[in-house]
């Protein structure tokens, strides 16, 4: 705990970056699970961080792998957790492709900042660098379009199920039923966003507020807009923003 509030103090002091942290403001903020077409080719998530000193991605994991029992796989950027060489800048957004290749379909997501890459039969893009899977099934992540869910964490357990105190941002949408269970709705954001038409994305409204109290909360209906602020399929779904609630934060300071 000393040395994580340490590093805490010295991204207040510097503004340089420690490894991503639990407390982090980092988030998920877009969606596209249910593309048109081939949809492996065109799915994409988008990461935003949402505070205000860079955070640094080294060794976190990404997975909608639900349980230790499902056959899908987690995810791991390059490096170590706690080391500082891949980082994201206050208000920057990340773009992560399933593949970073042409679909046939918009969006292009050729020109994606990262991809998922597995050793099998692949679709990868050279030039985008590769998010690789480290456990679980030799595919790449397969977000269902009846219902679904994905989460970022630190990296520390790199295996499903992910630890919940090593969770850093998750969203789950549609509403999954046995045997498909998704396990971190127990700890963090539960309750499911609501699904969208085949062509839309989900994405947080307003951009980048995470209140810490459900998926339902702070997800709607939007464009597909990768790398771009989010658009709201209907505006006035788009709750007047709040006061931030930072308690799940302060809570995962101190998770056992």
């Known amino acids: 705990m000393r040395l994580t509030i340490a590093c805490a103090l010295v991204l207040v002091a510097a503004a340089t970056a420690c490894g991503l942290e639990v407390w982090n403001s980092l988030v998920i903020n877009e969606v596209y699970y249910y593309p048109p077409g081939e949809d492996m080719h065109n799915e994409y998530l988008e990461l935003l961080n949402a505070g205000g000193t860079p955070v640094s991605l080294d060794g976190a994991v990404i997975t909608d792998e639900g349980d230790s029992g499902m056959p899908e796989g987690v995810f791991r950027f390059p490096g170590r957790p706690g080391g500082h060489s891949i980082l994201l800048g206050a208000g920057e957004v990340l773009l992560i492709a399933v593949d970073a290749v042409w679909g046939g379909i918009e969006p292009d997501l050729t020109t994606a900042d990262w991809e998922f890459w597995h050793p099998g039969d692949d679709h990868d893009n050279p030039d985008v660098p590769n998010i690789v899977l480290t456990s679980g099934s030799d595919a790449d992540p397969a977000f269902a379009n009846s219902g679904d869910g994905i989460l970022i964490a630190t990296g520390e357990d790199s295996t499903a199920a992910i630890d919940c105190r ?91």
């Open 166 to 256: 090593t969770v850093v941002d998750g969203v789950n949408w549609g509403g999954v039923a046995d045997p498909v269970p998704i396990s971190w709705l127990d700890c963090f954001d539960p309750a499911f966003a609501d699904p969208c038409p085949q062509g839309n994305t989900i994405g947080r409204c307003p951009e980048g507020v995470d209140h810490d109290v459900s998926s339902a909360h702070d997800w709607v209906m939007s464009f597909p807009t990768p790398g771009e602020p989010n658009i709201p399929s209907y505006p006035s779904d788009c709750a007047t923003p709040v006061e931030h609630l930072s308690w799940g934060r302060l809570k995962a300071l101190y998770r056992p």
